[in-house]
């Protein structure tokens, strides 16, 4: 009797062990409350600050984020620089542009090692970044879970595979999401952010010149900034109304055949996603609570949690 309820006493003890690594590994919002009670208010005072002194910087640090969880999970390995014996992601990332908020991630990790050494992770700072810069341009807010942990290798190979590209149709679009398991209306909501931001001319020079699912002055007027030769790194909003301002008004432009990318585009093209974009073009709040339900989504792609990864000293390099 004695030895039977030793047993259920170690079994018991078992359970509870299981359950606190479970908790210990899950990301939570409250995850710096105790650690480093100022983080989230750092953050968002740096990107605040950033985007005051320029608002084209909103999508590319939400673009941060994006292309660091599609590539090996949410692990800011997007961050971290090429050196002799080692390769990054970003040198593969076609639109540099896409990663030029990493020197506001770099600022705002240097005042948290002064607020709080190896604490908050470079993983969990481009996280919250980026929910910040939804909300800076007037885009829904969302918990970002947090307890993130900071990889020491990166994934180039998965540049090619994993991430979604301006040139893809719609069969494409839906397989590239599908791999990360989205669904059709989530990638839509998800392609939403597209209502903010700009695109260098080489991305979009094809369409204006060569597709006919474009409407005339429209094309023409981007003509004007995307000559057929040169001009490559010139820009253009991917919304035409109102880029600076997180709204619908990216879908009511894919309806009226002003998409800037082929790949938006496509969304609207007589295919299986036209009535998702036109209910996102007349239903504003429910493309908000929709895109904040996917950017949480993406932010619990394969985390490194508990004593997997490192706190990097620095975003750009490894401990």
Same mark, same amino acid.
């Given at each position: 009797?004695?030895?039977?309820?030793?047993?259920?006493?170690?079994?018991?003890?078992?359970?509870?062990?299981?359950?606190?690594?479970?908790?210990?590994?899950?990301?939570?919002?409250?995850?710096?409350?105790?650690?480093?009670?100022?983080?989230?208010?750092?953050?968002?005072?740096?990107?605040?600050?950033?985007?005051?002194?320029?608002?084209?910087?909103?999508?590319?640090?939400?673009?941060?984020?994006?292309?660091?969880?599609?590539?090996?999970?949410?692990?800011?390995?997007?961050?971290?620089?090429?050196?002799?014996?080692?390769?990054?992601?970003?040198?593969?990332?076609?639109? /540099?542009?896409?990663? #030029?908020?990493?020197? *506001?991630?770099?600022?705002?990790?240097?005042? @948290?090692?002064?607020? $709080? !050494?190896? =604490?908050?992770?470079?993983?969990?700072?481009?996280?919250?970044?980026?929910?910040?810069?939804?909300?800076?341009?007037?885009?829904?807010?969302?918990?970002?879970?947090?307890?993130?942990?900071?990889?020491?290798?990166?994934?180039?190979?998965?540049?090619?595979?994993?991430?979604?590209?301006?040139?893809?149709?719609?069969?494409?679009?839906?397989?590239?999401?599908?791999?990360?398991?989205?669904?059709?209306?989530?990638?839509?909501?998800?392609?939403?952010?597209?209502?903010?931001?700009?695109?260098?001319?080489?991305?979009?020079? /094809?369409?204006?010149? #060569?597709?006919?699912? *474009?409407?005339?002055?429209?094309?023409?007027? @981007?003509?004007?900034? $995307? !000559?057929? =030769?040169?001009?490559?790194?010139?820009?253009?909003?991917?919304?035409?109304?109102?880029?600076?301002?997180?709204?619908?008004?990216?879908?009511?432009?894919?309806?009226?055949?002003?998409?800037?990318?082929?790949?938006?585009?496509?969304?609207?093209?007589?295919?299986?996603?036209?009535?998702?974009?036109?209910?996102?073009?007349?239903?504003?709040?429910?493309?908000?609570?929709?895109?904040?339900?996917?950017?949480?989504?993406?932010?619990?792609?394969?985390?490194?949690?508990?004593?997997?990864?490192?706190?990097?000293?620095?975003?750009?390099?490894?401990?």
């Amino acid at each position: 009797m004695a030895a039977i309820k030793l047993c259920i006493n170690c079994l018991f003890l078992c359970l509870i062990g299981i359950a606190s690594a479970d908790s210990a590994n899950k990301l939570r919002p409250d995850f710096y409350n105790l650690q480093c009670p100022l983080a989230l208010q750092t953050i968002k005072e740096e990107v605040t600050t950033a985007l005051r002194k320029d608002p084209t910087m909103g999508l590319p640090l939400f673009s941060l984020h994006f292309i660091d969880c599609f590539l090996q999970g949410c692990d800011a390995s997007i961050l971290l620089k090429d050196t002799q014996n080692f390769t990054g992601e970003q040198s593969g990332v076609p639109d /540099t542009g896409s990663t #030029n908020g990493t020197d *506001i991630i770099e600022r705002i990790k240097g005042r @948290l090692e002064k607020l $709080c !050494p190896g =604490v908050v992770s470079c993983a969990d700072i481009v996280a919250v970044a980026a929910r910040d810069s939804i909300v800076a341009q007037g885009g829904p807010s969302w918990n970002v879970g947090l307890g993130r942990r900071d990889s020491t290798t990166a994934n180039i190979s998965a540049v090619s595979t994993d991430l979604p590209s301006p040139f893809m149709n719609l069969s494409q679009l839906l397989a590239t999401f599908a791999k990360k398991n989205f669904t059709a209306k989530e990638m839509v909501a998800f392609t939403g952010v597209h209502t903010v931001g700009f695109v260098r001319c080489l991305f979009f020079r /094809t369409r204006i010149y #060569n597709e006919s699912n *474009i409407d005339p002055s429209y094309a023409r007027s @981007l003509q004007a900034k $995307c !000559p057929f =030769v040169g001009g490559d790194d010139n820009l253009a909003p991917l919304d035409r109304s109102t880029p600076h301002r997180f709204d619908n008004a990216y879908y009511k432009n894919l309806v009226v055949k002003k998409g800037l990318l082929h790949s938006d585009q496509e969304l609207y093209n007589g295919g299986s996603t036209d009535s998702i974009v036109e209910f996102y073009a007349s239903n504003a709040l429910h493309f908000r609570r929709d895109f904040a339900n996917t950017a949480i989504k993406m932010g619990n792609f394969g985390p490194l949690t508990g004593t997997h990864g490192q706190i990097r000293k620095q975003c750009s390099k490894v401990n």
